[in-house]
């Protein structure tokens, strides 16, 4: 196996949304950003094109851990839809206020609310390890200096960015101790007396920590799995993972999980 070089570096949102893809008219938001938005923000970073991304994902591990939460936001927004001409809507509406209780499901149709959910403050510890050195090298030495290339933003351009750095070089191992995420075929149990399991982000503020949510990951992963805050995983076999000496973070193959629109 060709040695790996290895990066984390800590990064923090004000707000962000890291959309999963499963979901149409309810915008949920992965607790822990998968593989390929971790090498996103690390190719924006050092100006590496969405393009040739592709390219560089071919020799790239990542993963993260979720440090810290400050909370929750869900924003509703009633759609109007204008899906008929309008006299056949004036007559929908005129048989509705006459009475006409047939009339609720369109009306209902008409109507739709689309709820969107974001995470407020998440800090994470981003994991990156490469058989590329200087890929590695370059992208310490830009968190250093905070010679970022693009802007970054927590899933797209109105979640901004609060903090970024803290880079450490770090060693490639396999354990069966991480944390972050792993495939469900391979966790076995997390390391505390107690847990919650939640199925999306909107209960965050009403548990306790540790948290494990079931995830779905498509692309050419489409595989479960678990991500879990506030607590070790333990797995059934060795996983890579990326060691700083503060925490171990599982890492996987970044291209798998890339959806591009070339």
Request: glycine letters at 6%; charged letters at 25%; hydrophobic letters at 40%.
């Amino acid at each position: 196996m060709i040695p790996l070089r290895a990066l984390t570096f800590k990064i923090r949102f004000l707000t962000a949304q890291f959309k999963e893809h499963m979901p149409k008219m309810i915008r949920r938001t992965y607790l822990i950003p998968p593989p390929s938005v971790v090498a996103g923000i690390f190719g924006a970073i050092l100006g590496i094109e969405r393009k040739e991304l592709v390219n560089v994902s071919n020799e790239m591990m990542a993963g993260a851990e979720l440090r810290s939460v400050g909370g929750h936001i869900t924003t509703l927004a009633r759609i109007f839809k204008m899906d008929r001409p309008a006299p056949q809507l004036l007559n929908l509406l005129k048989s509705y206020y006459r009475g006409d209780r047939n009339k609720i499901k369109e009306i209902r149709e008409l109507l739709t609310i689309k709820e969107s959910e974001e995470l407020y403050m998440p800090e994470y510890k981003f994991a990156i390890a490469s058989t590329n050195e200087s890929l590695i090298d370059e992208g310490a030495k830009r968190l250093k200096e905070l010679d970022i290339e693009y802007d970054l933003f927590g899933g797209n351009d109105y979640h901004f960015i609060e903090f970024i750095g803290e880079p450490k070089l770090a060693e490639v191992e396999v354990s069966r101790e991480g944390y972050g995420y792993c495939p469900r075929e391979d966790f076995e149990r997390i390391e505390a007396e107690s847990f919650n399991v939640i199925f999306n982000a909107s209960v965050i503020e009403t548990v306790k920590f540790p948290i494990i949510m079931p995830v779905f990951f498509l692309a050419n992963v489409n595989k479960e799995f678990f991500q879990v805050y506030g607590a070790k995983i333990i797995t059934k076999r060795e996983l890579p993972i990326v060691n700083d000496r503060e925490s171990k973070i599982f890492i996987y193959e970044v291209s798998p999980f890339l959806i591009m629109q070339i």
